[in-house]
């Protein structure tokens, strides 16, 4: 009873997080992807991009573009709009507005495995391959499966106006470029030297160092294993030396059409990313053509 009237109070007076509930406005612009597919490296450099005469670090990241699973509603209410919000959600109608970001699956998986170390989730012990499997099965996060995930908006709103779609892998390979992408979405006249300013202070090294001094700060590394890092390799490709060749094949086997559509490589070289017309149309199929 006393639980339910705190919980009650907070609604209340707005001091709860909103999550799913959230309140949407027509000018919010919606920085979505699953859990571990490079969300926070870009809210850096969003965040950085927008405010370029401010200091972007751990301790103010959550306010300049915050997320409605730690971010009080009254805060929320707060923000000046038009409003960026980072979302981990599975398809929202209300959602006008998205970048979606999007990563290998067998990266996420071992980004995931980590992270959930980190936060004393799982022992150092427990199999990596066992993890696949809860991975498959939609049981490491509370946003359903990868393939649900991306499925869920990919299916939705691929090729419709108000949607960038964003790789991770190709803001890694080119993070101005893909910056570039997100400020002309967002409608931002940026110059490049702008650009390669937020770029530079979002880097992997940056946010390191960020952590090293910051992470009781952040909602995502406080009280968590100071031994393992929260900005691990920040590359693309680590499954290959991580993963097993069974549990990389069981990955290719759940949500292979995806994977090639998305244009990465199998295990095998089955699935080159590129144009393959073949993989395409089996792919545009399943989720439509590629905007």
């Known amino acids: 009873m ?8 907070k609604r209340m007076f707005g001091l709860h997080s909103p999550g799913r ?18 969300n926070t490296w870009a809210r850096f450099l969003i965040a950085n991009l927008v405010r370029p005469n401010e200091t972007i670090d751990f301790s103010n990241v959550n306010s300049v573009i915050p997320g409605p699973e730690v971010t009080r509603n009254r805060d929320l209410m707060r923000i000046p709009r038009p409003r960026i919000i980072k979302s981990h959600q599975y398809f929202d109608p209300r959602y006008k507005q998205v970048i979606y970001i999007v990563r ?4 996420v998986v071992v980004s995931q495995y ?23 099965a939609g049981e490491t996060c509370f946003y359903g499966s990868w393939g649900e995930h991306v499925g869920s908006w990919l299916a939705t709103r691929r090729g419709q106006p108000g949607f960038l779609l964003l790789r991770y ?27 390669d300013q937020a770029v530079q202070r ?8 960020l952590e090293k001094s910051q992470s009781q700060l952040f909602t995502s590394t406080k009280d968590t294993r100071k031994d393992i890092p ?44 590129g144009n393959s017309s073949e993989r395409n149309q089996q792919a545009d199929f399943l989720v439509g053509p590629r905007s």
């Open 230 to 273: 929260f900005v691990r390799a920040a590359k693309a490709g680590g499954w290959r030396t991580a993963l097993s060749e069974e549990s990389a094949a069981r990955i290719e086997e759940a949500w292979g059409h995806l994977i090639s559509w998305l244009g990465y490589e199998a295990l095998n070289g089955g699935m080159q990313a």
């Open 169 to 195: 892998e190709d803001m890694v390979s080119d993070s101005a470029r893909e910056l570039a992408r997100v400020a002309s979405f967002l409608g931002r006249a940026c110059t490049n030297e702008e650009i």
């Open 2 to 9: 006393l639980r339910r009237a705190i919980v009650e109070a």
């Open 114 to 136: 980590h992270f959930q170390r980190k936060r004393k989730i799982v022992a150092d012990g427990f199999p990596l391959s066992d993890f696949v499997s809860k991975f498959l």
């Open 104 to 107: 290998d699956p067998r990266d």
């Open 202 to 209: 979002s880097s992997a090294d940056t946010m390191r160092q």
């Open 21 to 38: 509930n959230l309140a949407v406005f027509p000018d919010d612009t919606f920085l979505v992807s699953f859990p571990k597919s490079g």
